[in-house]
């Protein structure tokens, strides 16, 4: 290995420096900071983008993010499918729409509806376009939000889908980080940056008010005020069947929640749920709960319902249903409510299924569907007028699908698929399991040449996450398998402790004080696949985002004898202070509080920042961040880079001024980017 095997002579062999000297870094658009910044993506381009191969995996991510032949997944509203869609001459994007029944017939005339370039345009604000919360049943009126550069912080307008106009004097949120819903067309339920005092340490709204039609903002009446501690409030709106019912979730921490039902008469009263559960959906009169813990004889992991309108006359909760229960080797993960049945997606040692249940004689019956075997299925799309489904299906080598399915009539119809973007001549797929240091079976997929010959010296891609319940599957990755697979290299995927896979045990396995075992896992499953005879250390390298970035920023300081390449983006890093940073006291209940002096001993034992040493060598890593990520701070990324100059490392970094937590905020951007990581992984590992 290159980068270990040939340490620096002149590496700083200097003590750790002070902390409070990069704290300067954390100034987000400071003009040292920035500085700072453009020098290093400078350095890096310089490095990456004058390799010959550049232009070539550029040209080709492009390529494929602007493919006109991609699906158009949709979502159903009423007699409508709506559609956002980006392209070369839609550089930001175009909100559409077109009747179910042309969108059957595989229509190209769409009705567009909101043109985000043209918006962008005439208001000389960079707009990225980033969701629609409609007013069903009728879905004439919408919420709209926009966020400059794509931050999390954004603005909502009311919009009138047959006018096509922003409604004058309508619903208008200035830019804030907010939770909205609707309650009735006339009145909006909201949590946002009321002025001094309003936010949460998180810099969330903690504080839930009604918003009437025709009264300002500021005269909105106040339903739930949170304490200051607490980590968010959200407003839930539920519809099945005309019922049209509207929660409020209130977030204790990012696992503890307490849920109130809004009164038809405005109040609010208190559903009496265990703290660690979900609402799930609204279906004949019961509402679904997910529950993350015991809770009267029920497992942890289940799918149970309630009577709504016995609550509602009783202030309590009487009889509970059982709806389904995967047990310990499966999770739930998407819920739907149709019109005459609840469809649900789980995985069963991380395998794709779809259930049809319905409510026959108070009780919950569940049919097993022998659809998308072999697949990830995903319900793309359902609304509860009618028993449309939108269903999706992919795999490692299998490109993405879109069916009409309707199971009560017996139709399924494949709408529209992709053509395979890169080419998988002799490629398969295993499904292995590595055993971590505690003796844990931990899953783990590889995608390889079949036949290929062992000899340690291919290089090799292994991607994780492991954290806040989030189960990764073994999706279609198109620009994956063009710039890694289709040139020469091998791919795993690990399931690793902290994340979704087993359900909530797998999840609280890997909280806080055992947050090692997520990392545990993940080195199990490289040394597994090494030990097979596929590669070895210098051609073994590792990507993660976000969680998954605090999860390479460990391999980089605990284990950095495994690896040669490490792509380590938008992450945590420093573990000391990430509480003190945007959005980061909000996972507090994920990886504890630096704070508390018994919790940081433990924190302190895989704080990348802090476990960097001048003496050891490293991969020469790859951080990537936003300068416009509101949610994990770029300083993590800033910071690391900067102390292991301090050390005497190298290493690359590239931030993106613009784009939000994502990375970026158009299809350009992603290309360059995507380019960028893989040439950086080709260059590392062959």
Request: charged share 25%.
């Amino acid at each position: 290995m290159d980068s270990l095997d040939d340490p620096s002579e002149n590496r700083n062999q200097a003590e750790v420096p002070d902390e409070q000297s990069l704290l300067w870094l954390e100034e987000i658009e400071g003009e040292r900071a920035l500085g700072w910044v453009k020098e290093q993506n400078a350095s890096t381009l310089q490095a990456l983008t004058s390799d010959p191969r550049f232009e070539e995996y550029q040209r080709e991510a492009l390529q494929i993010l602007t493919a006109s032949d991609r699906i158009t997944y949709g979502t159903l509203r009423g007699e409508f499918v709506y559609n956002f869609w980006r392209d070369e001459e839609h550089v930001r994007g175009i909100w559409r729409r077109m009747s179910l029944k042309r969108f059957k017939q595989d229509s190209r005339e769409w009705d567009i509806l909101l043109d985000i370039d043209q918006l962008a345009e005439s208001e000389k604000e960079n707009w990225i376009y980033k969701g629609v919360d409609s007013l069903g049943p009728a879905h004439e009126r919408c919420i709209i939000e926009l966020a400059p550069g794509g931050t999390d912080t954004a603005v909502y307008r009311e919009f009138d889908i047959p006018s096509r106009t922003f409604v004058k004097d309508g619903f208008n949120v200035p830019l804030a980080k907010t939770n909205l819903c609707w309650e009735n067309r006339d009145q909006l339920l909201i949590a946002t940056d009321w002025g001094e005092g309003s936010l949460n340490t998180s810099g969330y709204a903690r504080i839930l008010k009604r918003w009437k039609r025709g009264t300002p903002l500021s005269k909105a009446e106040t339903l739930l005020e949170t304490d200051v501690e607490e980590t968010f409030i959200y407003p839930i709106d539920l519809e099945h069947a005309g019922q049209r019912v509207c929660f409020v979730m209130r977030g204790h921490d990012f696992y503890h929640f307490s849920f109130y039902l809004v009164n038809s008469a405005g109040t609010l009263s208190q559903l009496p749920l265990p703290p660690k559960c979900s609402l799930s959906g609204l279906f004949e009169g019961q509402l679904l709960i997910e529950l993350k813990e015991e809770w009267r004889g029920f497992a942890a992991g289940a799918l149970i319902s309630i009577s709504l309108a016995d609550f509602q006359k009783t202030g309590k909760i009487g009889e509970v249903l059982t709806v389904y229960d995967p047990g310990e080797t499966g999770t739930v993960s998407q819920v739907r409510c149709a019109k005459d049945a609840v469809y649900l997606t789980g995985i069963e040692h991380v395998s794709s299924q779809i259930r049809e249940l319905r409510l026959q004689d108070h009780q919950w019956q569940a049919r097993l569907l022998p659809w998308g075997a072999n697949d990830v299925i995903s319900i793309s799309s359902s609304d509860s007028s009618s028993n449309d489904l939108l269903l999706a299906r992919d795999g490692f080598l299998q490109p993405n699908s879109l069916y009409y399915v309707n199971f009560t009539e017996g139709i399924d119809e494949q709408l529209q698929s992709t053509p395979a973007r890169f080419d998988t001549s002799g490629l398969t797929v295993e499904k292995h399991f590595a055993i971590s240091r505690d003796k844990t079976e931990v899953p783990y997929f590889i995608v390889y040449q079949k036949g290929m010959k062992l000899d340690h010296s291919a290089p090799v891609l292994q991607y994780g996450y492991g954290g806040f319940e989030i189960s990764i599957l073994p999706h279609y990755s198109p620009i994956m398998g063009k710039l890694w697979l289709e040139k020469g290299g091998v791919y795993v995927l690990a399931n690793i402790r902290g994340g979704g896979e087993y359900g909530p045990r797998w999840h609280d396995s890997a909280l806080q004080e055992h947050r090692q075992r997520a990392y545990d896992d993940f080195f199990a499953v490289a040394e597994a696949v090494q030990s097979r005879g596929f590669s070895s250390p210098k051609h073994y390298g590792v990507m993660g985002r976000s969680n998954g970035g605090l999860l390479m920023g460990v391999a980089l300081t605990q284990r950095p004898e495994l690896f040669n390449a490490i792509v380590c983006g938008v992450p945590l890093l420093d573990m000391k202070r990430f509480n003190k940073l945007l959005a980061g006291a909000s996972w507090m209940a994920e990886y504890g509080n630096p704070d508390l002096p018994e919790q940081w001993d433990f924190i302190s034992q895989y704080s990348p920042f802090h476990n960097l040493k001048a003496e050891q060598a490293y991969p020469k890593v790859y951080f990537f961040t936003s300068t416009k990520d509101d949610r994990v701070h770029p300083g993590h990324a800033r910071k690391m880079a900067a102390r292991m100059a301090q050390l005497g490392h190298e290493f690359f970094y590239y931030e993106n001024i613009e784009g939000g937590h994502k990375g970026n905020a158009n299809q350009k951007q992603e290309a360059m980017l995507s380019a960028l990581e893989y040439l950086y992984l080709m260059r590392q590992l062959t």
